[in-house]
C-alpha cells in the first residue's frame, strides 16, 4: 500500500458560536473567535489517499480526478464563503478545524475513483491544524 | 468522532553533545560539529499532537488556551533561551533531539488531561525532525 496526498487551498470566514449558550459563556469559551461578525483563515488542506498503485499507470490514484473531487466537493464549496451562513453543515456544527476535517471527510469519502481516503488535515494557519482518519 | 489537533511553539535553546561514556576524541568523532565545546543553538520547533472525540458542544477536542498555557509552563518556559545541557534532565543524558522529543513527551504526559497527547514532533532545523511516540495512526503518515 502507498500514500499520496494532494494540497489545496481556500480562504474562508468564520465565526464561533454555541446558540444554546448565553452571550457570556460563548465569550468565555471561545474568546476573540466569539465575535459574530467573524473572521477568517487562509486554510491549506491535504487530503491522503490509500492504495495499490496500478500497474499499467503507476499511479494509486489519478491526480486530475483528485484534483477534481477536491475542487467540486471542498474548495469550490468553502473558498471565499463564510462557514457559518453559506455552507450547510456549518449551519448546526461550529466550524472549528477539527470540524472541517470531519465535514471534509465526508464530503470526499467514496468519491475518489480507485482509491481509499486515508486521511484528511485541515490547516487554520501554518501552527495549527487537524487530523481526521475517519475514525468514529 | 475522534479527530486529533496539532499546534506548533517555537522555542530557541543552545546545547552541545558530548558524554562522558566516550573520550574525547570518541567525542568529536561521533558528535562532530556539535561537539564543540562551546555549544550552538537552534530554533526548535516542538509540535504537540491531542486527540480524542470532538465535544458536540465546542466542536473542540480540548480547549486550545488550556493546552497553550500547559504547554507554555512546561516546554517552552522550561528551555526557551536556556543551555539545555544545563537542564537537570539532560544531566544524566546527551541533549540531542531525540532526547528532548521524548522529555517534552514526558513533560506533557504527566501534564495535560484534557485530551489524550498523541505525539510530540520537535524540528532540530528544517531538515531534521524527531517523533515521540511512534504509535497508531500517525506512525503510518
Request: negative net charge; hydrophobic residues 35%; contains cysteine.
Amino acid at each position: 500500500m502507498i500514500l499520496l496526498t494532494r494540497k489545496a487551498e481556500f480562504s474562508a470566514s468564520h465565526y464561533y458560536w454555541n446558540e444554546a449558550w448565553s452571550a457570556e459563556e460563548n465569550e468565555r469559551v471561545f474568546g476573540k473567535c466569539a465575535n459574530k461578525n467573524g473572521h477568517g483563515h487562509n486554510y491549506t488542506l491535504e487530503v491522503t489517499v490509500a492504495g495499490e498503485v496500478d500497474a499499467a499507470s503507476g499511479f494509486v490514484v489519478d491526480l486530475k480526478q483528485l484534483k477534481d473531487v477536491m475542487e467540486r466537493e471542498v474548495v469550490g464549496v468553502y473558498d471565499h464563503r463564510h462557514l457559518n451562513k453559506e455552507v450547510s453543515e456549518f449551519a448546526k456544527a461550529i466550524p472549528t478545524t477539527e470540524n472541517i476535517a470531519i465535514a471534509v471527510w465526508k464530503r470526499l469519502e467514496g468519491k475518489i475513483p480507485g482509491a481509499k481516503l486515508h486521511r484528511v488535515r485541515v490547516y487554520e494557519m501554518v501552527d495549527l491544524f487537524a487530523d481526521y482518519y475517519g475514525e468514529p | 468522532m475522534k479527530a486529533y489537533l496539532s499546534r506548533r511553539y517555537r522555542l530557541s535553546a543552545s546545547h552541545r553533545l558530548n558524554t562522558g561514556a566516550f573520550t574525547e576524541d570518541q567525542n568529536r568523532t561521533v558528535y562532530g560539529k556539535c561537539n564543540n565545546p562551546h555549544g550552538h543553538g537552534h530554533n526548535y520547533v516542538i509540535e504537540v499532537t491531542v486527540g480524542g472525540p470532538v465535544n458536540a458542544e465546542t466542536g473542540m477536542i480540548c480547549d486550545l488556551g488550556d493546552l497553550d498555557a500547559c504547554v507554555r509552563k512546561e516546554v517552552v518556559d522550561r528551555f526557551d533561551h536556556t543551555n539545555l545541557n544545563l537542564d537537570p534532565l539532560f544531566q544524566d543524558r546527551v541533549p540531542t533531539t531525540e532526547n528532548l522529543c521524548m522529555e517534552a513527551y514526558r513533560l506533557l504526559a504527566g501534564a495535560f488531561s484534557n485530551a489524550e497527547l498523541v505525539r510530540v514532533r520537535v524540528e532540530e532545523t528544517g531538515n531534521n525532525s524527531f517523533e515521540y511516540p511512534v504509535n497508531g495512526l500517525f506512525a503510518e503518515r
